[in-house]
């Protein structure tokens, strides 16, 4: 001071390491699955994007994601670091070949898939052919799944009916003639000439035994009558 005296005093100052936060390596998943998220480097882990609190966090995002992590030790110091979760869309599958109806002793067909390189499977299948004979008679799923080089797997499903086919013939009986067969549903139902009835009573089962259509109509000699049956489903009758 201005008397020439000298004082000292001392303060002692602690400083403390601040954590190495680490979130961990970036990773890649396909849509739809999950990865687990597991941080490091000190006591408290505060994460963003609605996670909160906690070391590790099981996330399935949509869409690629960026999640940043906060964490802090004992002393209130804290650092940040960031994991990139990149999300890849699943491949586009779709396959071809198959037809929604087959007779039940019909032949193999050969399926198609896009793109080239998966699987088929289902009742019937073998490799790419599907066998309306080995298949039986039903309702049939049809799968092909596809995996790509990321590892992602998708799947294309179509199903198929198969089922006894009759097939009535363009046939002469000995009073009438019905045709064409197959057919689109519309019948023409040729009365002969020497009409020896005044009225025909028509009536359609399924291969079940159930009756789906009846019709009766007045019968001239050499007339043509057509019925319509384009509103049944597909299959034999």
Do not use: M
Not at 77 to 106: E, H, K, M
Not at 108 to 132: E, H, I, Q, R
Not at 201 to 217: A, H, L, M, P
């Amino acid at each position: 001071d201005q008397n020439g005296c000298i004082g000292t005093t001392q303060v002692s100052t602690t400083v403390f390491a601040i954590p190495v936060a680490n979130a961990g390596s970036d990773v890649t998943i396909c849509q739809g699955s999950s990865t687990t998220l597991s941080a490091s480097g000190g006591n408290n882990y505060s994460w963003d994007q609605g996670l909160g609190n906690g070391a590790t966090h099981t996330v399935s995002p949509s869409a690629t994601t960026t999640y940043t992590v906060t964490v802090s030790n004992g002393n209130n110091c804290s650092s940040t670091d960031q994991i990139t979760v990149t999300v890849i869309p699943p491949p586009t599958v779709s396959f071809s070949g198959l037809d929604t109806f087959y007779c039940n002793d019909a032949a193999a067909t050969t399926l198609t898939g896009s793109p080239a390189g998966g699987t088929f499977s289902g009742p019937g299948v073998t490799g790419n052919s599907f066998d309306p004979v080995a298949a039986g008679n039903g309702t049939h799923a049809i799968t092909y799944t596809y995996t790509d080089n990321n590892g992602c797997t998708n799947q294309s499903v179509s199903s198929t009916n198969v089922d006894i086919c009759i097939g009535i013939e363009d046939q002469a009986l000995s009073q009438l003639v019905l045709y064409p067969s197959p057919s689109t549903g519309v019948f023409n139902l040729q009365l002969p000439q020497d009409l020896n009835f005044n009225s025909v009573e028509i009536k359609v089962w399924d291969t079940r035994g159930k009756q789906v259509f009846q019709r009766g109509i007045e019968a001239h000699a050499g007339e043509k009558r057509q019925f319509d049956l384009s509103t049944l489903a597909r299959g034999p009758y």
